[in-house]
């Protein structure tokens, strides 16, 4: 079990991996935003950060970047259905500023579980989708 931080502005999606977090038994905090998730950053420090890139307030390229000046240990997961740009071009750029794995919208349950289960594990190495 891992005590997730799961940084969604989108309702039905944050809602909908609550729940497959949650089946695998993880403890899932969740945050609409940038924002929102540095504020829980300051009190608590989850095991691993699942984060949307294209965001209101705060985006997920900059929470990414602040969280590992912040917290250089935490394991990060990026997600982004895209944007005005290509989808894979704002998570290359999450993994450069230190995300070890990202996803793009819709996501894999199966893979983004076990991409958690090898994170948690210790296992670094690149889990390429």
Known sequence: MAK????EDDDLVRDMLTQV???ASHQV????????????LQKDEPDIMVTDIIM????????????????PNLEI?????GG???????????ETLGASVSFE???????????I???LHGKKERINH
């Open 4 to 7: 997730i931080l799961l940084v």
């Open 117 to 119: 289960d090898l994170l």
């Open 29 to 40: 905090t969740c945050a609409a935003n940038g924002e929102e998730a540095t504020e829980y």
């Open 105 to 115: 919208k819709p996501i894999d349950n199966t893979a983004l579980l076990m991409a």
């Open 21 to 23: 977090l949650q089946r």
């Open 84 to 94: 005005r740009m290509d989808p894979t071009g704002y998570l290359d750029l999450s």
């Open 77 to 81: 997961i990026a997600i982004s259905g």
């Open 56 to 71: 209101p307030k705060k985006s997920g390229i900059t929470l990414i970047s602040e969280v590992k000046n912040r917290h």
